[in-house]
């Protein structure tokens, strides 16, 4: 919300004037955020009032242009030190007629954006001057004519300073309201909170006096109260269509952001930021019948003020006439009824809506406004009233309407329950002693009553606290409690580091989590947290088969983004993504990590029991809830596009490919002190040929390789992108490794190349060899593989180094090669291996 520090300054009962800046720091002290503190201007130089005199239509040029006579002097009382009375200026704008009083800036002004003006040709003729449009003046975003001010406003006339007329030292504070402060949704909400923090009086704008009614104004039928707790309507009758909108009204829309349209309409505007309680204004002859608030039904249509028919939903709350719908509640108003140029009979209503009816309709015709805003957060039912009699007045003031004795009131205000807390609560929740009075003090600022105060059974003293209508939020003595807090100051609470809790520290759990995250980003690769939610075509690109289970899923019913409604079953779709927007912003060669819990859930689900707030859950209940919630493993995965090692001086760069995604899962099991195993497998989305399923013993525990080219080009992949997923969870918890003892006498080292068939996995022959060399066979690597007419069709040599070594003495030639000899025998024996020669 935007809003006017000088609109703001007058609710406050004090002579001291504070800057912009002391605002926004007493806003923040009690908890609301400011997002910009904006000054308006600078504006420097001679920027006067001009009244126009002549107008002069260029005809030879393609778009309007006009050559219009301004005079910025009044003929007695001009000076000679700012030129020419009348001013020669080029415009291009067409609102405004001769006669009028509009904005100049003279040769040598300098308007926001450091925008010097001079005199200067153009069009033909010499512009000594420049006619202002708001948005030039960096009053707000109106930049389809030019500020045109009201001629009948005796305070102001031609030659006048317009830079303080207009207010340009002033300065705009744009708020972020949260949804459970919907009171700060208005200058009286805010001004409150204002005083709060300087801890002065308050000018509650709203406390005007409203006459007993005299019968309704307008028949009104409300079919369900839940809908409409409460409409309220007044008639405003003999209404001056073409009374202009004042200045100081047009200013301050202008400043909050809303364009001014009429007066009736920029009335119920003003109102709205000024008190809160968004209005709308009927033309009362248009209005066939009654007025009926009811649910929509299916099929009915409804033009909106945007001129855009919508078929609505039979859970949207509407007003009706005769001739059906003339409005959506609480969103926006219908056009058949809407208030025309020539509307001079005025019915203004100002109604409360149910806030969660109001906030489906605003998403299901996608048409938010700022009257939704207010009313999706609570708008106070007891402000109606005061709301409809002060728009009524200025109508009557400034078009010369009359106000109609009559007011409807349908409904009513329910009150706020008591709430009662120990009067010394706040004190030990922020373990501090606040000055004596202290919390009465400050609940009754925010508009709180003290019902009573009395001594408990336990002796202490207690306070009965009535929260005001428009806090809906204060239902618990811990809502009374932060509010005293956060008056008092949040930097009066004293900070103590809590001892740390005795115990054995982390669990074996935790410490490998964080080994794995350490190993995998000294490896290279960087961590990142994508988010956790999917969409249900994510599966689709990702090729899977219809009964594949990672498709089983928990949906979301509220989920934060209508098309990603889904907990994700495997880290890959986020981790994909992060590596999607890497590569957009220009990063080539990427290699992301993340270690996140997946959700699976249970086969039979079982429904979430309904727990009571006012003491801690039983054992039993925690139990249940634990059963009703899906499971929630820990997994870790790896991505890797382009060079895995940098391009330089020392040659090319290596590309990333299926081994690299191998040897990340290889670096997550060492740093969890288990062995994996490799063994060629099929699973989507990886390439069929480039996939390898990893094992601890017997059991899968991950996939890793290249993505499938298709999967590829369905989600804009990099070519050859490669992944790993590893179930972190399934891994055995190692918690204490052996200390490794190296030893002392020099190894042994001797090859061997086998001729093996070609579908025979390479890390089940390494596995074999190892197996068969004993505990003398320290260690082994594959370091050749060719295939070709020396080892026949069909067949691949497979060349390892291995190393020998006793850890007690210095091992002999001879039993190096029987050790060699056995592990050979045993790929012989197993996958027929021949020696080749």
């Given at each position: ?670 740093a969890s002190g288990v062995e994996l195993n490799i063994r060629a497998a099929e699973l989507a989305p990886w390439h069929p040929g480039r996939c390898a399923q990893l094992l601890v013993g017997d059991l899968a525990v991950g996939y890793a390789g290249e993505l499938h080219p298709k999967v590829i080009e369905a989600l804009g992949l990099p070519k050859r992108t490669c992944a790993m997923e590893l179930k972190l969870d399934a891994l055995p918890v190692v918690g204490r490794r052996p200390a490794p003892s190296p030893s002392p006498y020099p190894p042994v080292l001797l090859d061997v190349a086998l001729v093996v068939d070609i579908s025979v996995p390479v890390a089940e022959v390494a596995t074999t060899l190892r197996n068969g060399g004993g505990d003398l066979l320290e260690d082994l690597h594959l370091f050749d593989v060719f295939t070709g007419e020396q080892v026949g069709e069909g067949k691949r040599s497979l060349a390892y180094s291995l190393r020998f070594r006793a850890p007690d003495r210095t091992l002999t030639v001879e039993e190096a090669t029987a050790a060699r000899d056995s592990a050979v025998s045993a790929a012989a024996s197993r996958f027929g291996a021949a020696l080749r020669s």
């Open positions: 919300m935007r809003v006017p520090v000088s609109w703001l300054t007058e609710h406050l009962d004090t002579k001291e004037r504070f800057t912009a800046e002391q605002i926004a720091e007493a806003f923040v002290r009690v908890g609301l955020e400011v997002e910009e503190v904006a000054p308006l201007g600078p504006v420097t130089g001679p920027v006067v009032v001009g009244r126009v005199a002549e107008i002069e239509e260029l005809t030879e040029f393609k778009k309007p242009i006009r050559y219009c006579m301004v005079e910025v002097a009044e003929a007695d009382d001009h000076d000679e030190t700012m030129g020419p009375r009348m001013r020669g200026i080029v415009c291009g704008a067409t609102n405004f007629a001769e006669g009028d009083l509009v904005v100049v800036a003279l040769p040598g002004a300098v308007l926001p954006g450091g925008f010097a003006i001079t005199k200067r040709k153009t069009y033909g003729r010499y512009s000594d001057g420049m006619i202002c449009s708001a948005r030039e003046l960096g009053l707000g975003d109106e930049h389809t004519g030019i500020l045109v001010l009201p001629s009948g406003d005796e305070h102001v006339g031609a030659g006048d300073d317009a830079v303080d007329y207009l207010g340009l030292d002033d300065s705009v504070i744009e708020l972020s309201i949260t949804p459970d402060r919907g009171y700060a949704f208005s200058i009286r909400g805010l001004a409150r909170e204002l005083a709060c923090a300087f801890d002065i009086s308050y000018r509650d704008h709203a406390a005007i006096d409203v006459p007993e009614a005299e019968g309704p104004a307008f028949p009104v039928t409300v079919e369900n109260e839940e809908d409409c707790p409460r409409f309220v309507a007044r008639r405003i009758i003999g209404v001056d269509p073409t009374a202009p909108t004042p200045f100081w009204i047009r200013r301050r829309l202008m400043l909050a952001g809303i364009r001014s349209i009429s007066l009736a309409v920029d009335v119920t505007n003003y109102v709205m930021l000024e008190m809160g309680q968004p209005m709308h204004a009927y033309d009362t002859p248009s209005i066939k019948g009654g007025i009926v608030v009811r649910r929509a039904e299916a099929g009915e249509k409804l033009t909106t003020l945007d001129d855009v028919e919508r078929t609505l939903d039979p859970d949207d709350i509407v007003i009706t006439d005769e001739t059906g719908p003339i409005g959506l509640a609480g969103v926006m108003g219908g056009a058949s009824t809407e208030v025309r140029p020539d509307s001079s009979d005025i019915l203004l209503e100002a109604a409360n809506w149910e806030p969660t009816a109001v906030a489906r309709t605003v998403r299901r015709h996608k048409l938010p406004s700022e009257a939704s805003k207010r009313f999706e957060r609570r708008v106070d039912a007891n402000i109606a009233p005061m709301a409809l009699e002060r728009a009524a007045r200025l109508l009557r003031d400034h078009a010369e309407g009359s106000i109609q004795p009559g007011r409807t009131d349908v409904g009513g205000v329910t009150p706020m329950p008591t709430v009662t807390m120990p009067i010394g609560l706040p004190d030990q929740v922020a373990g501090t002693r606040y000055p004596s009075g202290a919390t009465v003090r400050r609940l009754q600022q925010i508009g709180c009553t003290t019902v009573d105060m009395f001594t408990g059974e336990d002796g202490k003293s207690r306070v009965a606290i009535q929260p005001p209508t428009w806090r809906p939020d204060l239902t618990e003595p811990a809502d009374l409690v932060e509010e005293v807090l956060r008056l008092e100051g949040y930097d009066s609470i004293p900070t103590q580091l809590p001892p740390a809790p005795p115990g054995k520290g982390a669990t074996a759990s935790q410490l490998r989590r964080r080994a794995v995250g350490r190993a995998l980003a000294e490896a290279g690769y960087i961590e990142v947290i994508p988010f956790p939610f999917v969409s249900p075509t994510i599966w689709d690109s990702f090729g899977l088969a219809f009964d594949d289970n990672r498709r089983r899923t928990v949906s979301l019913l509220n989920p934060l983004e209508a098309d990603r409604s889904e907990l994700a079953t495997t880290l890959l779709p986020g981790l994909l993504e992060a590596l999607i927007r890497n590569v957009s912003r220009g990063m080539r060669d990427v290699a992301l990590f993340h270690i996140g819990q997946v959700t699976l859930p249970k086969a039979q689900q079982v429904p979430v029991p309904t727990v009571g707030v006012a003491a801690r859950p039983k054992d039993g209940e925690v139990a249940a809830l634990h059963a009703a919630l899906p499971q929630q493993p820990v997994h870790t995965a790896v991505v890797l596009a382009g060079n895995r090692e940098q391009a330089g001086w020392w040659g090319p760069g290596e590309p990333a490919n299926w081994a690299d995604a191998i040897r990340a899962a290889h670096i997550v099991a060492e």
